[in-house]
């Protein structure tokens, strides 16, 4: 074969050592995590934390020190948090050392595969369709080499590139093929920090942190008029003692912050990323974790989704206008074999053909164009062997290639409803450079494929009709092929796909009520995916778009979560958010899982934290309005807090939960938690107040009938969080009211915690104030769960690991 690119060697060894030398390297930090440093100061150095920590020496200070329980447990909390992200970061490193890119550099006339930190100035890296380009240079070679510079421009058309035009960083090959000069490496590079925020961990943006931050932005407010107004009214209540004064105002303020709700959000997703990486899926982003719970419409790619990548030649039909001077079929598989050599970075399709076709007898390719999913064709003007004459042979879509109403096309559709693929071979005397080469094609053949389905798809569509999230399968190929091999899958909506030149224009509203409607779209070019993505999302759908190739690029980055095969191009694995490496697509239903139990276990204990800050913020009031001692000291906090939130809330959020998430996280957890809290708070006062009314006892025993009545509301609470019960749930609950009994009856941990019950009124009437409590949160549960909006109703089956 003769090619029409010249034949440039690269850099000798000798001039990379003198590069490397000269510091003259693709030197850029490449980190799919935080660094350690950054983990520990994000866990200590929190709002949180200096607010806990100010009142954990003043209470040092004050003493006693059982009365400073709390800043233990913050310590061992952020503990807690800085190893479980630290055990995240090293998961994703492996990870992301296992997916990383590896550029292909010509030094010495060999190709060698590389690092993209091992690239150095004036290496000659080569260029094939799917590379991401991660540094910049000038075109030293190029044969029909199309790249995509969206991602820097935003112009979705590519740009096509001839030798001694520039390339930049963070462009992606969308045809053809070459090899470009590197003009700058490193941090010089133009867009080379895109290439590491590409493969970066990180805690952007979400409606779970946002909301969560809005909250606690709140209560921040709340802290210093409430600390002021209980010192001045414990002051005046223990007559100056100013000892005992801040204890109760420490007492106040510590259970209105809910610092271990932001630990627990951490703990979740770190967890959760953790547990995706033992299933070889490399989360990018943290968010996209819970972006997958909100998901309500998974776009597919059937190539490489649906099918496996590799296809096999099932036959090659020579169809009767091609040239009856013997030997058709002869040339038609020399044409074929000559067409694998001329692209140097086939695609499934045509490494097929070349497995079937590896001889060319003689015929030479003078000119090539690559595949491309805009025109949907390949092509080379080749030198037959037989005559010596130049003609261009064009292989690709029949229903492109051909004219409405052409007799082979009633053939195609007959067999791509089998769900085969069929491409076309023709000839035609136009050359491959003018501006349309099919004017005066000849149908020489259909090369009839057969793709091979992933024996895990059905499966993997069956779970998500059972969690009523939509399967929209859009490719580039045949509709009624594409139609034929969702149907064996069980695709509901299958067996009436929809060929995507049929769609209307991307403005109006008929494009997005056509998505709706049909579950199967072929001949979907790679702008029409985007625009459909864009469709769904207008009527308010979540969208995940799956992929593996460049045409997918632009759907992927405009998705709300973009899920990318590991074995895809750079380009899709560098806009993804979540890339599964071992390519399978059973994978996707333990990610969606994974998001929902992590979303659905955090609004499940923001529950919890937030009554105890109603509750605290009530009882502050209370006290500061009634000028009387404040119930509690920050021991009984402690208690209370460790029992029916802490030691809980850590094993709530890691239980199994598969109910998709919605938004309205803040106005859900709220309408709950402030009525919950009020009770809550109201009832441990009422009995406080009674008990003080009896004069026979003294403060000890009034703040503990008051501790007992809002432990039992606290643990009601979480009883009702903790539904729908599963044994061990039960048992966890159990255990809880266990502990607090023996807080108050064991000796040493009465006198530690100066806890004693006297007499038996205010006990019982303490219990029955908690028991009405109770009985007022079950009917606030139940207004709760009938005034919200309620998710569709799902089988909640999990699936198999």
């Known amino acids: 074969m003769t090619s029409t690119l010249p034949t440039l060697t690269g850099l000798t060894d000798a001039e990379v050592a003198q590069r490397v030398a000269a510091g003259q390297v693709n030197d850029v930090p490449l980190r799919s995590s935080r660094s350690t440093a950054e983990i520990v100061r994000a866990n200590v150095f929190t709002r949180f934390n200096a607010i806990i920590g100010s009142l954990f020496v003043v209470i040092l200070v004050v003493g006693p020190i059982q009365d400073g329980l709390f800043g233990f447990i913050i310590v061992a909390n952020t503990g807690i948090g800085i190893v479980q992200e630290l055990r995240a970061k090293k998961t994703?490193?492996?990870?992301?050392?296992?997916?990383?890119?590896?550029?292909?550099?010509?030094?010495?006339?060999?190709?060698?595969?590389?690092?993209?930190?091992?690239?150095?100035?004036?290496?000659?890296?080569?260029?094939?369709?799917?590379?991401?380009?991660?540094v910049d240079g000038e075109v030293a070679e190029a044969e029909g080499l199309e790249i995509d510079e969206s991602l820097l421009t935003g112009e979705a058309d590519p740009v096509h590139k001839k030798p001694g035009d520039p390339v930049l960083?963070?462009?992606?090959?969308?045809?053809?093929?070459?090899?470009?000069?590197?003009?700058?490496?490193?941090?010089?590079?133009?867009?080379?920090?895109?290439?590491?925020?590409?493969?970066?961990?990180?805690?952007?943006?979400?409606?779970?942190?946002?909301?969560?931050?809005?909250?606690?932005?709140?209560?921040?407010?709340?802290?210093?008029?409430?600390?002021?107004g209980l010192v001045l009214s414990q002051l005046y209540v223990s007559r100056s003692d100013v000892r005992e004064a801040i204890r109760r105002m420490v007492a106040g303020i510590v259970p209105m912050v809910p610092e271990g709700l932001v630990?627990?959000?951490?703990?979740?997703?770190?967890?959760?990323?953790?547990?995706?990486?033992?299933?070889?899926?490399?989360?990018?982003?943290?968010p996209a974790i819970e972006g997958l719970a909100r998901v309500d419409t998974v776009c597919l790619d059937k190539t490489g989704t649906l099918t496996e990548g590799g296809m096999d030649v099932e036959e090659v039909r020579v169809l009767g206008s091609a040239s009856p001077e013997g030997g058709r079929r002869e040339d038609v598989e020399h044409a074929l074999g000559a067409l694998g050599t001329a692209d140097p970075r086939p695609n499934a399709s045509l490494q097929a053909i070349i497995d079937a076709y590896p001889e060319t007898a003689g015929w030479t390719v003078v000119e090539a164009a690559a595949f491309s999913s805009a025109r949907k064709w390949s092509g080379a003007e080749l030198r037959e062997g037989t005559t010596g004459a130049v003609a261009t042979w064009l292989l690709g879509a029949p229903d492109v290639l051909l004219p409405p109403g052409s007799p082979a096309l009633a053939e195609v559709d007959e067999l791509g409803a089998q769900g085969l693929r069929v491409l076309l071979l023709a000839r035609t005397p136009t050359p491959l450079d003018a501006p349309d080469p099919a004017v005066g094609l000849v149908p020489q053949a259909l090369v009839v494929l057969?793709?091979?389905?992933?024996?895990?798809?059905?499966?993997?569509?069956?779970?998500?009709?059972?969690?009523?999230?939509?399967?929209?399968?859009?490719?580039?190929?045949?509709?009624?092929?594409?139609?034929a091999v969702a149907s064996s899958l069980g695709l509901p909506g299958a067996q009436d796909p929809m060929d995507a030149r049929r769609l209307p224009d991307a403005a109006t509203e008929g494009l997005a009520d056509a998505v709706e409607g049909h579950s199967v779209f072929g001949r979907v070019t790679p702008q029409q995916k985007r625009d459909m993505v864009g469709a769904l999302q207008s009527r308010g759908h979540h969208v995940a778009m799956t992929g593996d190739g460049v045409n997918d690029v632009l759907a992927l980055k405009d998705a709300d979560i973009g899920v990318a095969m590991g074995s895809g191009s750079e380009a899709t694995r560098a806009v993804a958010q979540i890339v599964l490496l071992d390519n399978r697509f059973s994978t996707l239903p333990l990610v969606v899982a994974e998001g929902r139990r992590v979303i659905g276990n955090i609004e499940r204990v923001a529950n919890l934290f937030l009554v105890k800050t109603v509750y605290a913020v009530l009882l502050a009031l209370a006290t500061i309005i009634c000028r009387v001692p404040y119930p509690f000291l920050p021991r009984h906090s402690t208690v209370l807090s460790g029992l029916t939130i802490g030691i809980p809330a850590f094993f709530l959020a890691l239980a199994p939960n598969n109910e998709r998430a919605r938004p309205g996280f803040v106005r859900r957890v709220l309408r709950f938690a402030v009525p919950a809290g009020i009770i809550a708070g109201g009832a441990a006062f009422t009995s406080y107040m009674l008990a003080r009314a009896n004069h026979t006892t003294g403060?000890?025993?009034?703040?503990?009938?008051?501790?007992?009545?809002?432990?039992?509301?606290?643990?009601?609470?979480?009883?009702?969080?903790?539904?729908?019960?599963?044994?061990?749930?039960?048992?966890?609950?159990?255990?809880?009211?266990?502990?607090?009994?023996?807080?108050?009856?064991?000796?040493?941990?009465?006198?530690?915690?100066?806890?004693?019950?006297?007499?038996?009124?205010?006990p019982?009437?303490?219990?029955?104030?908690?028991?009405?409590?109770?009985?007022?949160?079950?009917?606030?549960?139940?207004?709760?769960?009938?005034?919200?909006?309620q998710p569709p109703s799902v089988r909640t089956r999990q699936p198999q690991e």
């Open 92 to 134: 994703l490193d492996n990870l992301a050392v296992i997916g990383e890119a590896k550029p292909r550099v010509r030094r010495d006339g060999r190709t060698v595969a590389v690092s993209n930190s091992e690239v150095v100035l004036g290496d000659l890296v080569e260029l094939g369709s799917g590379d991401k380009i991660t």
């Open 169 to 228: 960083s963070g462009s992606f090959v969308v045809a053809g093929g070459g090899a470009f000069t590197t003009t700058k490496v490193g941090r010089e590079a133009y867009a080379a920090q895109l290439a590491e925020e590409a493969s970066r961990f990180t805690l952007v943006q979400s409606e779970l942190r946002s909301g969560i931050d809005t909250i606690l932005r709140f209560i921040t407010y709340l802290l210093i008029p409430t600390a002021i």
């Open 263 to 286: 630990l627990l959000t951490s703990v979740a997703f770190a967890i959760g990323v953790v547990r995706l990486g033992r299933k070889q899926c490399l989360v990018q982003e943290l």
């Open 450 to 483: 057969r793709q091979r389905v992933r024996p895990d798809a059905a499966d993997t569509l069956r779970y998500f009709e059972r969690q009523n999230v939509a399967a929209k399968v859009i490719s580039g190929d045949n509709a009624l092929s594409v139609g």
């Open 699 to 762: 403060q000890v025993a009034d703040t503990s009938t008051a501790t007992l009545t809002l432990f039992i509301v606290a643990l009601w609470v979480l009883a009702i969080i903790a539904r729908p019960y599963a044994l061990w749930k039960l048992v966890l609950v159990a255990l809880m009211g266990l502990g607090f009994v023996l807080v108050m009856t064991v000796p040493w941990a009465q006198n530690f915690f100066q806890l004693h019950l006297e007499g038996w009124r205010d």
């Open 764 to 789: 019982w009437t303490g219990a029955l104030v908690g028991v009405v409590a109770g009985v007022m949160l079950e009917v606030v549960w139940r207004y709760v769960k009938i005034g919200l909006p």
